[in-house]
């Protein structure tokens, strides 16, 4: 999440690449980030996932985003 914090809409990026910029989720299209804004009172982050190493990138509280990194 901190490396997103480095990111904005004119950042390079590879195909396919999901990342937060700002509040919003942004996804890799044609090289540039298109953003896409959370639903009311969500916010982007990146998660560890639960049965397999990685993260997702996800809209959600920052309630929820803390308790999943803290387990």
């Keep these: 999440n ?3 914090n480095q990111l904005n809409a ?3 990026c590879a195909a396919d690449q999901t990342s937060c910029i700002k509040e ?3 996804q890799c299209v044609g090289g540039e980030f298109v953003t896409t804004a959370c ?3 969500l916010l ?3 998660l560890p ?3 397999s190493p990685g993260t997702s ?3 959600t ?3 929820d985003a803390a308790r999943r990194m803290n387990a």
């Design 2 to 4: 901190q490396q997103f």
């Design 10 to 12: 004119n950042s390079p």
């Design 24 to 26: 919003d989720l942004a």
């Design 39 to 41: 639903p009311s009172g």
């Design 44 to 46: 982007c982050f990146s």
């Design 49 to 51: 996932l639960v049965n």
């Design 57 to 59: 990138v996800t809209c």
């Design 61 to 63: 509280t920052e309630e």
